[in-house]
């Protein structure tokens, strides 16, 4: 059974930092593909950051310089360094991995950050 469970989130000042992490199990983490996603009010879903296997990354381009995706293999856990954020990053922050199907999704870790 895959879990997904994302942790970190909260409420922050503009300019703060936060770090989420992810603890997966029931896959092979290591060869998976993981991924950030977030969630804002009346918005869709939005890739955040992306990780592959070989710890090859990408980012959204309203994250890139800000966000660091990375990845620990020997606790099977996915982490997301947010610095200087803003409040157009609050949102709900979701943790999901290949295939990116229902089951490979985390519930979400709520971001807040205030002016």
């Known amino acids: 059974q895959v879990q997904l469970v994302e942790s970190g989130g909260g409420l922050v000042q503009a300019g703060g930092s936060l770090r989420l992490s992810c603890a997966a199990s029931g896959f092979t983490f290591s060869r998976s593909a993981m991924g950030w996603y977030r969630q804002a009010p009346g918005n869709g879903r939005e890739l955040v950051a992306r990780?592959?296997?070989?710890?090859?990354?990408n980012y959204a381009d309203s994250v890139k310089g800000r966000f660091a995706i990375s990845r620990d293999n020997a606790k099977n856990t996915l982490y997301l360094q947010m610095n200087s954020l803003k409040p157009d990053d609050t949102a709900v922050y979701y943790c999901a991995a290949a295939p990116w199907s229902h089951d490979y999704w985390g519930q979400g870790t709520q971001v807040t950050v205030s002016s």
């Open positions: 990780i592959s296997s070989s710890d090859t990354t």
